[in-house]
């Protein structure tokens, strides 16, 4: 009986992962995210360390502070990113990471090994793996 290794996490993960630091303008935090068309962006201090995330829904916060004015918001990536990140390990198998976005409602996970950030799954990535089958592992693979 021939057992199956099950992908992991680290075959599918984008490996290259810009971030933004705490002190990030806001304004120029919500351009970023848009010249780039991504819905979130990991926030790292100095030390390249994950202090936490800013998405598209955490931007929206924006909106309920510009007041009857629509004043530009002031403030800093750290004043608007979600500081409790849930992340996992690039060894963690393609199954349990779908779940998790499943039971999450996440759009991405940082992906970290030894402390360090060595990547980023997406919702997007899950779909490519899919896409391949899961090398003959799901019906219809090959």
Known sequence: M?????PTVREFM????ETLSPETDIMEAV??????????????NSEGELVG????FDCLKLLTLGGPDHEAPK????????SEVQTIP???DIY???????SAHFRRF???EHGRIVGAITRFDILRAVQRGLAGLLPGGT
């Open 53 to 56: 995330i800013l998405t598209e």
């Open 14 to 17: 984008d490996k290259y992962v």
């Open 2 to 6: 021939t057992v199956r290794r099950l």
């Open 96 to 102: 349990y990471a779908a779940g998790l976005f499943m």
């Open 31 to 44: 351009n970023f995210l848009l010249e780039k068309r991504v819905t979130g962006v990991l926030v790292t």
């Open 110 to 112: 940082p992906v970290v």
């Open 90 to 92: 690039p060894t963690m």
């Open 75 to 82: 403030g800093t990536v750290k004043n608007f990113m979600t």
